[in-house]
C-alpha cells in the first residue's frame, strides 16, 4: 500500500500538481519505507532506462565516437601529459579526462547543490522535460531538502561549459597552442597541423573529431550549434538536438544540418559528406537541398551545386555534341572502355546526343572492369538520359525488349541488360534483365517498372541494386512503382504486384569478364535491326553500387544541364 | 545494439583472439556484441545519458587498451563488465569528493536506484525493454512515446489529450510500472532459458 501511495505522490511531483503536505508525505514515505523508496526507485530505473533509449547515441555513433577518441588518445598521449603537467592549472585535479569541462562545473557548484544534483535532473525533467531551448526548471519537485524557487542548484546556477576541448595535439585556438579541457567560445578559430587530431565536445555529448590540416571555426554554440569547416576534415557524432535547433556545419560550398547523426564533412575543392547513422540535410550555395541517409554520400562541387556522383562510374558516356563514330569512356575509375559505333550509315550527331536507329555501339574491348567491379561489390546501377523515339514505341511488338545498354554476349546471354518494353508491355515499360546466381543466363525473371514511363520526350531512367538483392527503377529521379515478370510468354500469370520495390535474389557473381558492353542494339550483327532501341542517347552511366534517391536526382538534373 | 549477442561462444573466442592480433574488424564487432549490456548497465546507474555513453566508451577504451592482459580463454564480456563497474565507481567517487550530507533524501533515494538495478541482474536492459515498449498500446503507448521520445512535456500531452497533467503523470507512472514488470518477468525467462 505505501509503495502504491509513494507512486501516486510521485505522479503529482511529476506534473508539479504536489502540494506541500503531499511533498511532506512523499518525503516521508521515501526515507522510512523502504517498500515505498524501493518502488520509486523502480520507477526512477525505467525512466533513466526510457530517457537513455530515446536519447543516447545510436550503435554506430557510439563506436564512431569511440574510435576518435581511442585515435585521439594514441595520438597525443604522453606530449599531451607533459605539457598538461607544465602549463596546465588544473593539471593536479584528480583524471578528469574528457570530463573536464563537466568536472569544473561540479566542483564549482556548491555542496548543498551537489546534495541534491543526484536525483534533481531526472525530476526535474519531468516537470519541465526538454524544454528544447537550453532552459532549465527552477521549480523543485524533489522532497529532498526545503527549497524555494530561488534555491540554487545544479541546474540553474552552475557555468556549465557548453563546449570543451577532450583531445587535441598538434592543435592552436587562435594561433595559441590549445589543450585538452580548454573551454570554447564563438567566433574563436581552431586550427589542426599536419599530423595533429583535435576532439570537441558539447555539453549535451556531441562530439566533432577533427583530423590533421584542419581550419574550424565556432560560429555559434547555443542556442543551435553552429561550426564553419574551411578546410580539412571533422567526423561528427550527434546526439538529438532541440527542435529549431539543429547542428550546423557551414563549407564554403554550402551546409550540411544534423538534426542527430553521425556523419564525416571534408573540404577540399568540394564538399564532401559520408553517413553513418541518421540523416543529413545539405543545402549548396543555390539553396537546392538534399537530404542523404545512413550510408549515402554526397558532395557539393565547387560551384555550389550538390554535385552529382559521376566521378564513381565505372562506365561514363556523354553523347552531347559528340562526333565521330567512337564515343570515350569519361569515367575515372581503370582504363576507358571506349564505345564504337556499329553498322552506321552518317551518325546523327546533335548537340543534345546522338541519334540512333537500325545500329548500336560496342565497347572496344571486354568490358571486364563493369564486371570485376559489380562482382565485387554485389550491387549495381545503370543510368540512362535518353529520348525515345516514337518509332520505339511503335515498333514490332515481338521484339522486345529494346537495348538500350548491357553487358552482353549474345541474343541469350548477358550479365544486365537496361531494355524498353517486355510482353506485358511491349513499349512502355522499362525493364531490367539481371544475371544473379539464381537468374537464368539471359537475365530472368526481369525487373520491370509497373507503369509505362517511356514517353517521347527526354527523360531519364535509372536501375539499381543493394548488396540485399532490393531493386528499385527511377524515373527523372523519382522511384516509380516495380514488379517481378517471372514468365513473358504469359502476359498475365507470370507478373507480380507493383511495390516499391522487390527483391533480386540470388548474388551478383561469375559475370563473364569477356563480355562487351553494347548501346542501342544487340552485339551480334545479325541481331541489328531486330531489338535495336530507336532514339536519342544523351548519357549513360554504369555504377557499381546502388546509388541513393539524392544521388539520382542529382544526376536527373545534371542531364538536364 | 539490438540483438548483437546473437553469436556463438567459439564466435567470440575466435574474434578474441583476432582482436588480440591486431585485426581491427574483431575488436569492433567485439564491440558491437558487447556495448549493449555495458551501457545498460551504465545507463540505468546514472541519471545523465551523456554521462553513460562517456563511461561506457571510457570503459571500451580501457578494454581495448589492456586488450593483450586479457585471458582469451575466459568469456569477455564480464571483464568488459568489470572495467565498466571500476569506471562507473571511479565516477562516482570523483563526483562525491565534495563533502555531502549523508542524511540526504536523495543520495539514499539513489543508492535504492543502483540496489535495484543489481537485482534485475546483468542483461541487455535496453533490449529488454524494446520489446516490452511493444506491449504498450493506445493511450499509453501515445503517452510514452510523446514524453520520452518526442520530448513532449507532460502539460503538453496533457493540452493535446484533453486531460490533466496529473492524469498524465499517473498514465506514465503505471506505464513504467508496466515495463518494470515486463522487464523482470523478461528477465526470469531469460534465466530459465539459459539455465
Known amino acids: 500500500m505505501s509503495s502504491q501511495r509513494a507512486l501516486e505522490l510521485k505522479a503529482l511531483a511529476d506534473s508539479g500538481d504536489i502540494d506541500d503536505a503531499q511533498r511532506s508525505e512523499l518525503e516521508r514515505l521515501l526515507r522510512d519505507d523502504a517498500e515505498a523508496r524501493a518502488a520509486v526507485a523502480d520507477d526512477l530505473l525505467v525512466d533513466r532506462l526510457l530517457r537513455y533509449r530515446a536519447e543516447s547515441l545510436t550503435g554506430d555513433a557510439f563506436l564512431i565516437g569511440l574510435q576518435a577518441r581511442r585515435a585521439a588518445e594514441r595520438s597525443s598521449t604522453s606530449f599531451i601529459r607533459a605539457v598538461r603537467a607544465q602549463a596546465d592549472p588544473h593539471h593536479a585535479r584528480p583524471a578528469p579526462r574528457r570530463f573536464r569541462g563537466r568536472w569544473l562545473a561540479l566542483a564549482a557548484s556548491a555542496a548543498a547543490a551537489l546534495a541534491v544534483a543526484v536525483i534533481l535532473p531526472e525530476w526535474s525533467r519531468s516537470v519541465d522535460p526538454r524544454s528544447g531551448d537550453g532552459a532549465v526548471a527552477t521549480t523543485p519537485t524533489v522532497p529532498t531538502v526545503p527549497m524555494t524557487p530561488s534555491t540554487p542548484t545544479i541546474l540553474n546556477v552552475t557555468p556549465i561549459a557548453e563546449l570543451t576541448v577532450a583531445t587535441a595535439s598538434g592543435t592552436t585556438l587562435d594561433g595559441v597552442p590549445l589543450r585538452p579541457g580548454a573551454i570554447l567560445a564563438a567566433d574563436m578559430l581552431l586550427a589542426v597541423a599536419e599530423g595533429g587530431g583535435a576532439t570537441l565536445r558539447f555539453a549535451d555529448g556531441t562530439t566533432t573529431a577533427c583530423s590533421e590540416s584542419t581550419q574550424l571555426r565556432i560560429e555559434r554554440i547555443a542556442p543551435g550549434k553552429s561550426l564553419r569547416l574551411e578546410s580539412g576534415s571533422c567526423a561528427c557524432a550527434v546526439r538529438p538536438q532541440p527542435a529549431g535547433h539543429p547542428l550546423v556545419i557551414r563549407t564554403p560550398h554550402g551546409s550540411v544540418t544534423a538534426i542527430g547523426t553521425s556523419f564525416t564533412v571534408s573540404v577540399g575543392a568540394s564538399t564532401r559528406v559520408s553517413v553513418a547513422a541518421g540523416v543529413v540535410r545539405l543545402r549548396d550555395a543555390i539553396g537546392t537541398e538534399q537530404e542523404v541517409a545512413a550510408g549515402g554520400t554526397a558532395e557539393i562541387g565547387a560551384i555550389g551545386a550538390l554535385a552529382p556522383p559521376w566521378d564513381r562510374a565505372v562506365v561514363l558516356y556523354d553523347f552531347r555534341g559528340g562526333t565521330g563514330d567512337r564515343v570515350a569512356d569519361q569515367s575515372t575509375r581503370g582504363e576507358p572502355l571506349d564505345l564504337r559505333l556499329v553498322d552506321v550509315g552518317a551518325p546523327a550527331w546533335t548537340a543534345a546526343g546522338l541519334a540512333i536507329g537500325m545500329h548500336g555501339l560496342v565497347s572496344e574491348t571486354p568490358a571486364r572492369k563493369v564486371a570485376e567491379a559489380c562482382c565485387a561489390s554485389g550491387e549495381l546501377t545503370v543510368f540512362a538520359s535518353l529520348s525515345p523515339d516514337p518509332a520505339t514505341l511503335a515498333s514490332d511488338p515481338k521484339d522486345y525488349p529494346k537495348r538500350i545498354v548491357g553487358l552482353t554476349g549474345d541474343l541469350s546471354t548477358r550479365s544486365f541488360l537496361l531494355g524498353q518494353g517486355n510482353f506485358a508491355d511491349p513499349t512502355g515499360v522499362f525493364d531490367m534483365r539481371l544475371r544473379t546466381s539464381a537468374n537464368t543466363d539471359r537475365g530472368k525473371p526481369s525487373v520491370s517498372t509497373a507503369e509505362a514511363h517511356a514517353q517521347p520526350r527526354r527523360l531519364s531512367v535509372a536501375y539499381t541494386r543493394d548488396g540485399d538483392g532490393r531493386s528499385h527503377f527511377y524515373v527523372d529521379g523519382e522511384r516509380v512503382d516495380v514488379r517481378i515478370v517471372w514468365d513473358d510468354s504469359d502476359p498475365t500469370a507470370g507478373r507480380s504486384d507493383p511495390a516499391a520495390s522487390v527483391t533480386t535474389v540470388g548474388r551478383i557473381a561469375d559475370w563473364d569478364r569477356d563480355m562487351l558492353l553494347t548501346v542501342g542494339a544487340e552485339r551480334d550483327a545479325d541481331a541489328h535491326g531486330q531489338r535495336s532501341w530507336i532514339g536519342t542517347l544523351h548519357v549513360i552511366a554504369v555504377f557499381d553500387r546502388s546509388l541513393t534517391p539524392a544521388e539520382l536526382q542529382t544526376l536527373h538534373r545534371e542531364r538536364l544541364r | ?195
Open chain 2, 1 to 195: 545494439m539490438e540483438g548483437e549477442r546473437a553469436v556463438t561462444d567459439v564466435d567470440e573466442f575466435d574474434l578474441v583472439a583476432r582482436a588480440k592480433a591486431g585485426e581491427s574488424a574483431a575488436l569492433d564487432a567485439l564491440i558491437r556484441l558487447h556495448q549493449g549490456p555495458a551501457r545498460a548497465f551504465l545507463a540505468a546507474r546514472l541519471h545523465d545519458v551523456s554521462m553513460a555513453d562517456d563511461l561506457a566508451q571510457d570503459a571500451f577504451v580501457i578494454a581495448c587498451a589492456r586488450l593483450d592482459s586479457f585471458d582469451p580463454s575466459l568469456p569477455f564480456y564480464p571483464w568488459v563488465h568489470g572495467i565498466a563497474h571500476n569506471v562507473l565507481r571511479h565516477h562516482l567517487r570523483t563526483r562525491r569528493a565534495v563533502p555531502t550530507d549523508p542524511h540526504d533524501l536523495a543520495a539514499l533515494l539513489d543508492q535504492t536506484v543502483h540496489e535495484r538495478a543489481d537485482r534485475l541482474g546483468d542483461h541487455d536492459h535496453l533490449d529488454l525493454l524494446r520489446h516490452c515498449l511493444e506491449g504498450l498500446a493506445g493511450t499509453t503507448a501515445e503517452t510514452v512515446r510523446a514524453h520520452y521520445f518526442e520530448a513532449r512535456s507532460l502539460s503538453d500531452i496533457a493540452e493535446v489529450q484533453g486531460r490533466s497533467a496529473k492524469a498524465v503523470g499517473v498514465m506514465l507512472v503505471r506505464a513504467r510500472k508496466f515495463l518494470h514488470d515486463c522487464l523482470l518477468a523478461r528477465i526470469q525467462g531469460h534465466g530459465e532459458a539459459t539455465a
